[in-house]
């Protein structure tokens, strides 16, 4: 196991692109910026007139990164030429979810034209849809969710393209955000709960979406605005003229949006602007309650030396040494943990037996930060526990005098069914020890263990208002209903 099979992923980034010239190009660039989100595989589709007035589509997907897949980007305007582009970056981690199959955009040809669709989420009723277009006769190609959007627009009975989105798009449930191609138009539809980001941006004339603003800037594109929960947005040739987008309600906003809080606690970029809010102030104030309410201090007085685990935890760590200087106690963030970056896919990963060089091929401790001192390690979250006793066994060959760590969530209990993936219910720790930090401590063998509470992290995220997040991983509290055999098949519930 590597390090980031023990954080919880997300299954994807999106992107699309409408009205520039180098639609691919800027494709490309847009989803190397949102790496991070899906590493596993990757895929553009264009749109392209090739001199007969008809639209064709043209697509490259594979495994691997973003670089491995489209090798030559100085083909990348030929082999996908054309003035608009949806993209898709994709992580998956278990069985048939790795099948090349599933890789993104998906793309038919069915009686209104072409369509592509790139899908960031996880649809909580595909099963029970699936089941019911299966009976009806359809034929499943790949065994993802978001396949089943494909044929509830390509069997409806409807002859408008944008009342087909629509009406499929109500069918389904759960999170949601995709970018749909079709032959003259960019869709976006984000659900009504908004659990996952999607951003509208600008570059010249034409229009950007995509799954975090950290997209746009690559590009020195300029932000618009987001797309609203329960909003679908369609971008055509006029919309290149007027300047406008036209906006369409999937539904009534429920009372109360439910973000993924875990998109500011560890996944999106902290130079990323998502449901309202900068990422980096949001993880600082997370790292602020967490010094606030769980501070180290040293028994004899001495400086604590705060670390982060690079490089998610980095601006939270930051937040936390500030507060704890502001708490008038002697602290100063230093790096501890050097991480390589230069871990490819094909990198041999030892045996699971050799868990201990998975962490040592990640990371390196800096033995001079570490001997003698009070050391508090930040991270934002612990899944299974394993690695994070590993880093620990890392830093005690620096030999510090004490090990704090402070994790800027909650214990994770549940699992989740909106595009974030967890391991099965019994390999999370804090399920496995029934909650019991104390237990957890022991395990890790640090010398004292603080999470922050529901409530402390609701109350760090506060500016965004405080209902307006998804906790279910922490809380049990769906804010959606799941189909029961979906939680069975996935999570051993
Ligand atoms: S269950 Fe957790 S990871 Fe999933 S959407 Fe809710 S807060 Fe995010």
Do not use: W
Request: with cysteine; charged share 25%; net charge negative.
């Amino acid at each position: 196991m590597n390090y980031e099979e023990d954080k919880p992923v997300s299954y994807c980034g999106i992107f699309g692109i409408y009205g520039s010239e180098t639609a691919s190009q800027q494709a490309y660039y847009g989803l190397h910026a949102l790496q991070h989100r899906g590493q596993e595989a990757s895929g553009i589709v264009t749109r392209s007139f090739n001199g007969d007035c008809k639209a064709h589509f043209n697509i490259v997907k594979g495994e691997g990164l973003v670089s491995e897949v489209f090798e030559d980007t100085t083909l990348l305007n030929e082999i996908l030429a054309g003035n608009s582009a949806i993209g898709h970056n994709r992580y998956s981690t278990t069985g048939s979810a790795k099948s090349r199959k599933n890789i993104q955009p998906f793309m038919v040809n069915y009686r209104l034209g072409n369509l592509a669709i790139a899908h960031n989420g996880n649809l909580t009723n595909a099963k029970a849809l699936r089941e019911e277009l299966v009976n009806e006769g359809a034929i499943f190609q790949t065994t993802s969710d978001t396949e089943v959007i494909l044929h509830l627009i390509a069997r409806s009975k409807l002859e408008n393209q944008i009342d087909q989105i629509l009406e499929a798009m109500r069918r389904v449930e759960g999170a949601y955000c995709v970018t749909i191609l079709t032959d003259d138009k960019l869709i976006a539809a984000r659900d009504p709960y908004g659990f996952r980001p999607l951003s509208i941006g600008k570059l010249d004339d034409a229009f950007i979406v995509a799954s975090e603003t950290c997209a746009f800037d690559i590009q020195a594109a300029s932000f618009l605005r987001e797309v609203e929960a329960g909003e679908l947005i369609v971008i055509d040739d006029q919309s290149l003229q007027t300047g406008e987008i036209q906006s369409y309600k999937i539904a009534e906003q429920p009372e109360q949006q439910k973000h993924c809080v875990f998109e500011f606690i560890y996944f999106s970029r902290p130079d990323s602007f998502i449901f309202g809010h900068n990422v980096d102030k949001m993880r600082r104030k997370l790292g602020k309650v967490l010094a606030r309410k769980h501070p180290v201090s040293d028994p004899d007085g001495e400086r604590i030396y705060v670390i982060s685990v690079p490089d998610s935890s980095n601006t939270t760590a930051l937040g936390y040494a500030r507060e704890l200087e502001k708490e008038e106690i002697d602290a100063r963030l230093e790096i501890g943990l050097i991480r390589s970056h230069y871990i490819g896919r094909t990198f041999i990963q030892p045996g699971q037996n050799k868990r201990e060089t998975g962490v040592r091929i990640k990371f390196n401790i800096v033995k001079g930060v570490l001997e003698g001192r009070t050391i508090v390690v930040v991270d934002d979250s612990i899944v299974r526990g394993t690695t994070s006793k590993q880093l620990v066994k890392l830093l005690r060959e620096g030999n510090p005098k004490s090990i704090h760590l402070r994790i800027s969530s909650p214990p994770i209990m549940h699992p989740c069914f909106y595009g974030m993936d967890f391991p099965s219910r019994s390999e999370l720790i804090a399920h496995s020890k029934n909650g019991n930090i104390e237990e957890i401590k022991n395990y890790l063998e640090v010398d004292s263990l603080e999470y922050l509470t529901i409530d402390e992290m609701l109350e760090a995220v506060s500016e965004a208002g405080e209902e307006n997040f998804c906790t279910a991983c922490f809380s049990g509290n769906y804010p959606t209903p799941v189909d029961i055999n979906f939680k069975k098949e996935m999570y051993e519930i």
